[in-house]
């Protein structure tokens, strides 16, 4: 069954270090989201991006991150200078399309420790 | 603005039990979507089900259902047959069709845990 991979599973960074998360989408969606879960608190939406351009974003993904499809398959998250504060479990997901159903599908995680 | 609402932090069930997880919603979308998803200690979210808010019939898959009560706004899982693999944290998430938003909103979630 296809599935979201993100890679690494766990990232362990010095505050103020740039750090990139990857995420391979399922192949034919064309709809790719982050979403971040500081431990033991609620799942939050980051970004959401179709058609090589970021399609809405929240109060969280301020000017440090950023997001690109560099080629057919990846899809990276960029933390550009990280704080104890992004410390938390990113999640990527994908969907076949962004309308009505638009089950989105979640990869397993990134945690990313920031010390 | 759209929230949902888990009030259940935690849930006990016996094995082979049915446990009913709730969730509340607030919308001003016409339209929406309603999603549970399970997250295992391992971390990764599960899709398990879905719910339009224009579906006629309640949404089931295999041994989830989801009882939909619009009028209440409350979208409640229900689990049958209880296994000690159901043992996880789930959470409620919905989506408005028309907002013109492709995020989910997600609850602050219930941990079940099942015993033997």
């Known amino acids: 069954e296809p599935e979201v991979t993100q890679t690494p599973s766990h990232q362990v960074t010095q505050m103020g270090q740039e750090v990139i998360l990857r995420c391979v989408p399922i192949s034919n969606h064309l709809y790719f989201y982050w979403y971040r879960q500081i431990l033991g608190q609620k799942v939050e939406f980051l970004v959401s991006f179709y058609n090589n351009e970021i399609s809405e974003k929240s109060e969280i993904f301020d000017d440090q991150f950023s997001v690109e499809r560099p080629d057919g398959s990846n899809f990276t998250l960029k933390i550009r200078s990280t704080k104890l504060e992004d410390s938390a479990m990113y999640f990527c997901?994908?969907?076949?399309?962004?309308?009505?159903?638009?089950?989105?599908?979640f990869g397993a995680g990134t945690r990313l420790s920031v010390l | 603005a759209q929230k949902i609402t888990q009030t259940q932090p935690g849930m006990f069930v016996q094995e082979k039990e049915a446990v009913t997880l709730d969730c509340t919603y607030d919308?001003?979308?016409?339209?929406?979507?309603l999603f549970w998803y399970k997250q295992p200690s391992s971390g990764e979210m599960i899709f398990l089900i879905y719910q339009g808010s224009y579906d006629q019939q309640n949404a089931t898959e295999g041994r989830y259902s989801l009882n939909f009560q619009k009028a209440r706004k409350s979208a409640n899982l229900v689990i049958s047959a209880s296994q000690l693999g159901d043992s996880a944290m789930y959470f409620c998430?919905?989506?408005?069709?028309?907002?013109?938003?492709?995020?989910?909103?997600f609850g602050t979630g219930t941990r079940l845990k099942v015993l033997a």
């Open positions: 997901a994908s969907s076949e399309d962004g309308v009505a159903k638009n089950i989105q599908y």
């Open positions: 919308t001003s979308d016409p339209s929406y979507g």
């Open positions: 998430a919905m989506r408005g069709h028309y907002s013109g938003t492709y995020k989910y909103i």
